[in-house]
């Protein structure tokens, strides 16, 4: 099976050393444990020196590329201070360019399972990008539970699967 995993535009990933940021920190360990069946691309942007492509142990690490970066971070926090409908994290705008870049690329290279991190508003573009794929949606954080139950229900039709973590206990 081919899986990409999809690392929010915030987490760059270093094959073989620790990550950084949760969702980050998730999606490798996930990376490394289906590596072992499975081929596995995590999509992650691109920081510094990295190379665009690189291969740790059965992981295939691709990177984006994108110069917006810091407008998003200003928007981020600009729409924080405003009660919208939904966060910022969950505008069709949000980093718009790394996630065409990443749905570009598995148009060319299509999977089997699209692991898609906290964006219900992709599972859209990659239902596209990808139509006889998987997409799943891991909800890492309680964000959605603060979100307008309509904009909810639009998104999550895209999903096959939703993933959730809890603290719950039997």
Same mark, same amino acid.
């Given at each position: 099976?081919r899986?990409?995993?999809l690392?929010?535009?915030?987490d760059?990933?270093?094959?073989?050393?620790e990550?950084r940021?949760?969702v980050?920190i998730?999606?490798?360990e996930l990376?490394?444990r289906l590596?072992?069946r499975?081929e $596995?691309t !995590?999509?992650?942007p691109g920081g510094g020196?990295? *190379?665009?492509v690189?291969?740790?142990?059965?992981?295939d690490?691709r990177?984006?590329?994108?110069?917006?970066r810091?407008?998003?971070?200003?928007?981020?926090l600009?729409?924080g201070r405003f009660?919208?409908?939904?966060?910022?994290a969950?505008?069709p705008l949000y980093h718009?360019?790394?996630?065409l870049?990443?749905a570009?690329d598995?148009?060319?290279r299509?999977?089997?399972?699209?692991?898609?991190? $906290?964006? !219900?508003?992709l599972?859209?573009l990659f239902?596209? *990008?990808?139509?006889?794929?998987?997409i799943?949606?891991h909800v890492?954080q309680?964000?959605?539970a603060?979100?307008?139950?309509?904009?909810l229900r639009?998104h999550?039709?895209s999903?096959?699967?939703?993933v959730?973590?809890?603290?719950l206990?039997?």
């Open positions: 099976m899986i990409a995993l690392n929010q535009p915030q760059p990933v270093v094959g073989g050393e990550q940021g949760s980050a998730v999606n490798w990376a490394r590596a072992e499975h $596995v !995590v999509y992650a020196l990295q *190379a665009p690189e291969q740790w142990r059965g992981i690490i990177r984006t590329r994108f110069s917006a810091y407008l998003h971070k200003a928007l981020q600009t729409a009660n919208g409908r939904y966060p910022y969950f505008s718009r360019e790394y996630y870049q990443v570009r598995l148009r060319q299509p999977v089997d399972v699209v692991h898609i991190p $906290v964006q !219900v508003q599972g859209g239902r596209r *990008a990808v139509p006889r794929a998987t799943a949606l890492h309680d964000e959605l603060h979100v307008d139950h309509t904009f639009g999550l039709a999903f096959d699967s939703i959730t973590v809890s603290d206990s039997p």
